[in-house]
């Protein structure tokens, strides 16, 4: 799954494209999908996200969906405040903006390393060593189930935060911040939408050296 593919084109689309007039539709079943939030499943062929009404969604959770086309995107979200990851290893990463994320890409065998950036979702073009370090100061990386889940990173203030989230959530903030990204810097709006994001992570995860997971 790599950039701009795992949803990419695709998948980004959804996240920043102008609400559409038709109804939207589960992408396996085509029932009509309720309300604004549902599920998404990865298209393991076409390196896509695909919507997905509760019952596909449940059907191909966990191992029963493995070994198919679709894999359904999980809902932890896992923290790690006593990670290593500190400014000086965020360094080694060498990325433009303050924020990254990283999956393992099962096709490819690798973890893919992603920053938002104004024309989407960019990949990094370090060489895996480079990073693989920095993975390093977190056991979250090594929980990650593959296609699904990613490990998000914010450099802020001085510090490093380090969540495992499901991997439509990145993407979801590749599109806001596509959207409203403004100057060299990307604007103000842009800071208070990732702040509101961050925020939500935040609250939602569960500090992984507690939960068992």
Not at 85 to 99: K, S, T
Not at 155 to 172: A, K, N, S
Request: include cysteine; charged fraction near 25%.
């Amino acid at each position: 799954m790599s950039a701009p593919a795992a949803g990419g084109v695709r998948g980004l689309r959804r996240f920043v494209a102008p609400p559409r007039p038709r109804e939207e539709r589960c992408e396996l079943c085509a029932a009509p999908l309720a309300g604004e939030r549902h599920r998404h499943l990865v298209d393991t062929e076409k390196r896509a996200l695909a919507c997905a009404c509760g019952p596909c969604a449940q059907l191909l959770d966990g191992s029963g969906g493995a070994g198919g086309r679709f894999r359904a995107v999980p809902g932890r979200y896992l923290s790690d405040p006593a990670h290593g990851i500190d400014e000086r290893a965020w360094e080694h990463l060498r990325i433009p903006v303050g924020v990254a994320f990283f999956f393992r890409n099962s096709a490819l065998d690798r973890l893919v390393a992603l920053y938002p950036s104004p024309a989407g979702a960019t990949e990094s073009e370090l060489e895996p060593d480079s990073w693989q370090a920095v993975l390093a100061g977190s056991p979250l990386a090594g929980l990650l189930e593959p296609d699904v889940e990613a490990l998000l990173l914010r450099r802020h203030q001085g510090e490093v935060e380090c969540y495992l989230v499901p991997v439509d959530i990145c993407y979801e903030l590749v599109g806001r911040m596509r959207l409203r990204w403004q100057g060299f810097d990307g604007g103000a709006e842009a800071r208070a939408d990732l702040d509101a994001f961050f925020a939500d992570v935040r609250d939602r995860a569960r500090d992984v050296r507690g939960s068992g997971s």
